[in-house]
């Protein structure tokens, strides 16, 4: 196989001179009739020689013509010849191999690589390459760094020592060179394997077209046998070729006007490429390869394979215009963003000269001068003294001030500095709401009239509460007037001691306000927030309410650190400065939902410290990082379930319950509140003023309000019961404007009948009778679950309190024989832990008074010489509760329920199946029953006593501890009602089986 002459290795080559640079050629016999210059810096500076003659007799054309040459793969662009072209090599064994020789046939691969490391000059099937392509000179081969040695200091510094000594080095490398001749193989050896670690940089000069015949070894290297192609010349020079070559270089001059980068690339090529625009062969070339760069390796691959002048000027063409069109692209988003620019800057010079022209003036101030005009407006609209707020605040203030002045504006420091002074400057240091001393108690309760209806043991507790707090705001004004009559030598001996006087001031804050905060508890819909805000407004402050339910953040309480992207104060300090006072009412909403302890912390303690009057006089926001006094606020909480609240902060709440609302409290709130509201909503309000002296306006019984309070919102609250008043009052103003639109359609004898299709009420008179008609079908059809007297066996009517308000439930117990005496007792619906031990005890009371009962009957049966049948079904119903299992259920399963409260209900309820005797259907009890029958007290008696009256129940069986609960119910729920108080079950069992037990 004939090869190419040998050469120099790439590296020492290129540190040598010119003139040692052809000593050395001698000896490696480099410049031959068939070689070619190592590069184009060679060609430039040997122009004068007698080598310029080597170079033309061995370039394009007149290059050799070797049958066998190396097979180079190149991937997305194919060579040219007469164009000068860089490729990147990867592969070890191409790298070494191309080292040694001086042409190369250069051919383009059909597709790339699958894998992405695997370099593109490995191929796997001859398929994978066109089969025309371009011989190639080797001009210059390059070592490009390693990249994953560019970031080594000791890489980096042997790199820069060997530049800058490059020059001084290269006499030194060259007479090495002539001195180890004897050596040059073991050095071209050693260079290899260097050089193999490294990706070379090849720059080629294609010569000749050639043609693919054979691929002899896939290689690495790739070896080949070609058929080189013979010059083309054009033999007769038609009008399509002139027409052709016209439009190529006209189109050639647009693109180049539109695109700069085409413009250089132009300048560059035509530097090498002289009279190239009179061969239609090589302008076809220099216009697909040269100049169109966005053209793709197919498409410059049908150019490579052309053989007719006129087709292949035609495909360049083509490129040519699609390159002209990204150029007008180019072009056109240039000058838009070119446009946008221009005005952008033409904007903000006209600003900051406005700007600058405003200073000299002294219209205006620079950004940092107005914004510190800006902080201290704020602090002096917020009431800030320096000598009456804590030091820590005024230090804080004075350095953040004095540190934004000499911050740049573009730093990040300066925009954390200014939202911190944000918050610090529009805090209400020293403003506080007037106290509303004009207000006396009557107007106070005027006004928690005028809002709520009923409630007198909440209204009285807030009087008390309103009467404390006024009496503190006096005596604190009071002693502020007489501090500020003071001399001036006092006061400038209170400065000399400040700091004994701050300290005792933070040890008396304590006793500023030592009220306790108020917790209204009580089911939802039941006015809890309402009258807080009725409070703010006796009191005549601001009033603020946020909600914690769910919150389980720390950082929501008491702020985030600085040192946190996006920090902010917590609620509290919001509050504050929305409210812009230090003294409003704050209502805490949803307490009893708070979150449980987490990662975060725990919410429940942040809280002890902001609502305890002994702490939170200097309450210390991680954000703020200063101490806020909150001691002048007034806190208020509300809460459904005062047992979820955590025991440390329930203990430092006065409990205010809000209990439910019964039947006649329901009618009267709708119609003094609920009605009125929502008619004003609808826009009835003025229609019914306008019509109250006619015979039928718009109207809301009381027997509607009745029957909707009865039959639809049985809830403890009025929420429901508002939303089917409003639901009400929009199907009236429904029919109220269809009725005035077919008047209209008959004043103007418009025969439309596309009303009929709207459903509406033909009357404005809603009562009990017609209530169907606006709401639909009544959602409870009776106040029991069962109507029959007595009761069925096993069946008694319990009394529930639960967060929703009083409930009347019933108990159902159900058994089946047992075989072997294989007893079990089930207990469902969905029940918890405390119900299921109730439901244990039940069962060890019943089966204790069952045996108390078969005493008895066999008492009466030994003196008693006749015998009944009723005897016999006694003494056969003795073993009943060994022989039977038991099932106990408690309906509407899908409700949770818990509680202490039903097991006197559980035991009477076994005891009904046990014994075959009903209890009577009007009787209803609660307590809970001990082991020995001990009926212990509980909770909830106004609202489970309102349940029974919703349910129609006459008789209560109630624990003897809750006497007292009784007494202070109201006078119209206790009317109508037998009450019996059970000190054990003896007691329950008399009221609810009507038989004594000696």
């Not at 132009?266 to 697909?288: E, K, P, W």
């Not at 407006?377 to 003294?385: A, K, T, V």
């Not at 202070?968 to 003896?986: A, K, M, N």
Request: proline letters at 4%.
């Amino acid at each position: 196989m004939i090869r190419c002459g040998r050469r120099l290795t790439t590296t020492t080559h290129q540190r040598l001179s010119p003139s040692l640079s052809s000593r050395l050629a001698w000896y490696h016999g480099y410049y031959r009739l068939d070689a070619a210059p190592s590069s184009v810096e060679d060609t430039n500076s040997n122009n004068n020689n007698s080598n310029n003659t080597s170079l033309v007799a061995s370039s394009g054309d007149f290059a050799p013509r070797y049958p066998h040459l190396l097979g180079l793969p190149i991937p997305q662009r194919p060579i040219f010849p007469n164009i000068p072209t860089s490729i990147v090599l990867k592969d070890p064994t191409t790298i070494g191999a191309l080292e040694t020789g001086k042409y190369v046939g250069t051919f383009l691969r059909k597709t790339a690589s699958e894998n992405i490391l695997t370099p593109p000059e490995l191929i796997t099937s001859a398929k994978e390459l066109y089969s025309v392509g371009t011989l190639c000179q080797i001009l210059k081969m390059t070592p490009l760094p390693d990249p994953l040695k560019i970031e080594d200091p000791q890489y980096n510094n042997n790199n820069n020592n060997n530049n800058n000594n490059n020059n001084n080095n290269n006499e030194q490398h060259a007479q090495q060179s002539l001195d180890s001749l004897s050596s040059s193989s073991s050095s071209s050896q050693e260079h290899e394997s260097s050089s193999s670690d490294h990706h070379v940089s090849l720059w080629v000069l294609g010569h000749r077209r050639i043609d693919l015949s054979s691929v002899d070894h896939l290689g690495p290297p790739v070896d080949v046998t070609v058929q080189h192609w013979d010059k083309l010349v054009v033999s007769e020079e038609t009008d399509s070729i002139r027409a052709l070559t016209n439009e190529i270089v006209s189109m050639i001059r647009e693109v180049a006007q539109m695109n700069p980068l085409f413009r250089e690339s132009l300048n560059f090529y035509n530097s090498t490429q002289m009279g190239f625009v009179q061969d239609a062969y090589r302008l076809a070339d220099f216009v697909a390869f040269g100049l169109c760069k966005s053209a793709s390796g197919e498409e410059l691959q049908a150019v490579l394979e052309e053989k007719d002048a006129e087709k292949r000027l035609h495909l360049s063409l083509v490129l040519l215009s699609k390159e002209r069109e990204v150029a007008k692209l180019q072009l056109e988003i240039s000058q838009k963003v070119e446009e946008t620019m221009t005005e952008q800057q033409r904007k903000y010079m006209l600003q900051q000269q406005l700007k600058s022209i405003k200073q000299e003036l002294g219209m205006e101030q620079n950004d940092k001068d107005a914004l510190l005009q800006k902080y201290q407006e704020s602090l002096e609209r917020n009431g800030y003294d320096k000598d009456k707020v804590d030091g820590e605040v005024r230090q804080a203030l004075e350095s953040e001030l004095s540190k934004l002045e000499t911050l740049e504006t573009n730093s990040q420091e300066y925009t954390v500095t200014r939202s911190y002074l944000d918050w610090l400057c529009a805090m209400p240091w020293n403003k506080s709401s007037p106290p509303n001393s004009s207000v006396t108690t009557k107007q106070a309760k005027a006004l928690l009239d005028e809002e709520h209806y009923g409630m007198k043991d909440v209204k009285q507790a807030i009087l008390q509460y309103l009467a404390v707090r006024k009496l503190n705001d006096e005596s604190n004004n009071n002693s502020n007037s007489s501090s500020s009559s003071s001399s001036k030598e006092e006061e400038e001996e209170k400065d000399n001691n400040s700091k004994k006087n701050n300290k005792h001031n933070n040890n008396n804050n304590n006793n500023k306000h030592s009220g306790t905060i108020l917790c209204l508890a009580g089911p939802p819909g039941v006015g809890k927030t309402s009258i807080a805000s009725s409070i703010a407004k006796a009191l005549g402050r601001e009033f603020y309410r946020f909600s914690v339910g769910g919150l389980s953040d720390v950082s929501e309480l008491k702020g985030h650190r600085r040192t946190y992207l996006g920090s902010m104060p917590g609620k509290f300090i919001q509050s504050l400065k929305r409210v812009g006072v230090n003294n409003p009412v704050l209502l805490i909403d949803e307490i009893d939902k708070l979150g449980a302890p987490g990662f975060r912390g725990d919410p429940s303690g942040a809280m002890l410290e902001i609502l305890d009057p002994s702490q939170n006089h200097a309450f210390r926001d991680l954000y703020l990082d200063v101490p806020v006094d909150l001691s002048d606020a007034v806190f208020l909480c509300t809460a459904n379930d005062v047992d979820q609240i955590p025991g440390p902060l329930r203990d430092r709440m006065e409990i205010i319950r809000v209990s439910g609302y019964d039947l006649p409290e329901k009618v009267a709130i709708a119609q003094q509140y609920l009605v009125p509201k929502a008619l004003s909503k609808a826009g009835l309000l003025l229609l019914q003023q306008q019509q109250q002296q006619q015979e039928e306006g718009v109207e809301i019984t009381t027997g509607a309000m009745e029957s909707l309070a009865r039959w639809y919102a049985r809830e403890a609250g009025v929420r429901n019961l508002s939303k089917l008043i409003e639901k009400i009052a929009r199907q009236l103003a429904l029919s109220v404007v269809v009725n005035r639109e077919k008047e209209k359609d008959e004043d103007n004898n418009n025969n439309n009948n596309d009303d009929d299709d709207i459903e509406i009420v033909n009357t404005f008179r809603v009562t009990a009778e017609n209530l169907s008609d606006f709401v639909g079908k009544p959602i409870f059809t009776s106040d029991r679950l069962y109507d029959k007297d007595p009761l069925p066996l096993g069946i008694v009517m319990g009394l529930a309190y639960t967060s929703m308000g009083g409930s009347a439930l019933y108990v159902e117990t159900m058994a089946t024989k047992s075989k072997k005496n294989n007893n079990t007792f089930t207990v469902t619906g969905q029940l918890g832990d405390v119900m299921k031990e109730s439901s244990q005890i039940a069962m060890t009371v019943a089966r204790s008074y069952l045996e108390k009962y078969n005493c008895e009957t066999k008492k009466q049966n030994d003196n008693n010489d006749d015998e009944s049948d009723d005897d016999d079904d006694d003494k056969n119903s003795n073993n009943f509760l060994d022989t039977h299992s038991f099932h106990l259920h408690v309906p509407e399963g899908a409700t949770p329920k818990d509680g202490p409260s039903a097991g006197v209900t559980m035991v009477t309820s076994i005891l009904s199946l046990a014994l075959s005797k009903p209890c009577a259907s009007e009787v209803a009890m609660t307590g809970e029953v001990t082991l020995s029958g001990k009926v212990l007290p509980v909770g909830g008696i106004r609202e489970k006593t309102m349940a029974a009256r919703r349910a129609g129940i006459t008789t209560l069986c109630l624990p003897d501890g809750n006497r007292r609960d009784w007494d202070e119910l109201p006078y119209y729920l206790q009317e109508g009602l037998t009450v019996h108080f059970c000190q054990d079950y003896d007691d329950v069992y008399r009221v609810a089986f009507s038989r004594e037990i000696e």
